[in-house]
Structures are given as C-alpha cells and as structure tokens.
C-alpha cells in the first residue's frame, strides 16, 4: 500500500473475532481530491476522507494494485477510514517514526469498530 502515492500513512489491522483486514490511512490529499472531481464530490479534504464514496474508490484503486503485486483477498483491507491528520499527531510513533499498533489501536479504537460494524466496502460480502 506504501508503494501508492495516495498513501501517506497506513496500517493494516485485523481483528482475529473478524474474517477481514481494515485500514486507517493518512491519505495523500492531492489523490482524494482527485478522486473527489472524478467522481463530481464537492468537500473539504476533511469532508472528502469521510465521504463513503471517495473512500471506496480509494480503497478499490489500492487493492487492485495490491493484487497485482501478489497479496491474497485475506491481506487486503477490506474497509478503510482516512485520517487527514498525519500519525505524527496522535503519538502513535516511536522516536524512530515507525507506528506503535497497540497505540495506535487504542487512538483508534472507536473507528476501527465502527468499520468492522460498517463491514466491507465496495460490494464485498464477508465471508
């Protein structure tokens, strides 16, 4: 996902309760609103990171990638929420600029579950 210029920051998490992976992602903003004129979407950035849509397409333009780079259906998130404040701060990194997961997990915490209650974007059933 990294290697994407729409991604500025990401990580990918996955509930063992759940049967798919999701994101939270500092989105590059040119790319969102990008995104937001080819798809006729008028916002803020800020605006444009929440709009289900824009998100979607994001998310579905990243897998597509991630595929043909050789990830499996379970390695790829299946939902995604965009943060257009960089990780930087929200004290999830360390000295070294590399994420904490358990703090960012607790940062976090509500919108990971509200993804998982939203579940996969795009048309994706579970499974």
């Known amino acids: 996902y990294l290697k994407r210029h729409e991604v500025a920051?990401?990580?990918?998490?996955?509930d063992p309760m759940e049967n798919f992976a999701i994101a939270v992602m500092v989105p590059n903003k040119e790319a969102i609103e990008e995104i937001g004129?080819?798809?006729?979407?008028?916002g803020t950035f800020e605006e444009l990171c929440k709009n289900k849509e824009v998100r979607t397409e994001l998310?579905?333009?990243?897998?597509?990638?991630?595929?043909?780079e050789g990830l499996q259906g379970f390695e790829q998130a299946k939902n995604v929420y965009l943060d257009p404040q960089p990780f930087l701060?929200?004290?999830?990194?360390?000295?070294?600029m590399k994420i904490q997961r358990h703090e960012a997990k607790k940062v976090f915490?509500?919108?990971?579950?509200?993804?998982?209650?939203?579940?996969?974007?795009?048309?994706?059933?579970?499974?």
């Not at 004129?37 to 008028?42: C, T």
């Open 9 to 14: 920051e990401m990580f990918l998490y996955g």
């Open 37 to 42: 004129r080819k798809k006729n979407i008028a």
């Open 59 to 68: 998310l579905n333009n990243l897998n597509a990638f991630t595929k043909k």
């Open 89 to 96: 701060t929200k004290s999830i990194l360390t000295n070294t």
């Open 109 to 127: 915490k509500k919108e990971l579950e509200d993804m998982y209650k939203e579940g996969m974007l795009g048309g994706a059933e579970k499974k």
